[in-house]
């Protein structure tokens, strides 16, 4: 397995950000892509937001799936608050967990998991969370369930794992190949979480700053169907 940055290593949060100012837009309304309701009930309807590159890059992506497969979207941008929370009952389960490690110690485990909310890509709608279906939309088992934590999964939910069967590695290659090929990067812990543009996209690919930065934008600043992306 090759190296993995976190998302606490200071080489993220050093990546300056230069902001584009591309808005937030509707995954429903600009696309055809699938969408998947599990996030509804947490993130409300702002789990479908997306920047227009992000989005873009995805349609691309589905374009690039073998016949009969296609993405099924679970979830874009997310509030800012909503990720400190995430983030921080993370690391409160990881503090009874392991109650003698050190707080800097606590900090990266649970950056394997949820990203810092400082540098957070989903709060800058930069990242997307998907897996792939059929042609009649039935979600595919790639290994583990979309979202399972290293603790649960015995880390089965990193993209290299070497824990999981042969069929559901041949679909996180074929995920993978499709999601690279359109320009995004891999959070190498979660095999299902995909970004472009953000700070850990930048550091990945080699550019000088990312494209966005956190936003408190909600629906509002959706598009709306005649804005339609295309690949």
Known sequence: MSEIILMSDPRVAAVPVRECGERL??????TDLLVDSRQLPDS?????LLREGVLRRLVRAEALLPHGLRLLFVEGYRRPALQRRYFEEYAGQLRDLWPSRTAAEIHAAAARYVSPPDIAPHSAGAAVDLTLADA???????????????????GACYTEAANIGVEARARREI???????????????????????DRYWALSSG????????SDEDAKGSRGPSDAVSG
């Open 44 to 48: 409300g309807p702002s789990f479908t």
């Open 175 to 197: 995920l993978g190949a499709a999601l690279t090929g359109a320009g995004l990067v891999n959070y190498p812990t979660e095999w299902w979480h995909w970004s472009y543009g």
């Open 25 to 30: 837009i509707d995954v429903r309304e600009a």
């Open 136 to 154: 009649d939309g039935r979600e595919l088992d790639l290994g583990t369930r979309l979202d399972a934590d290293p603790e649960e999964s015995e």
């Open 207 to 214: 550019a000088e700053s990312a494209l966005y930065g956190p």
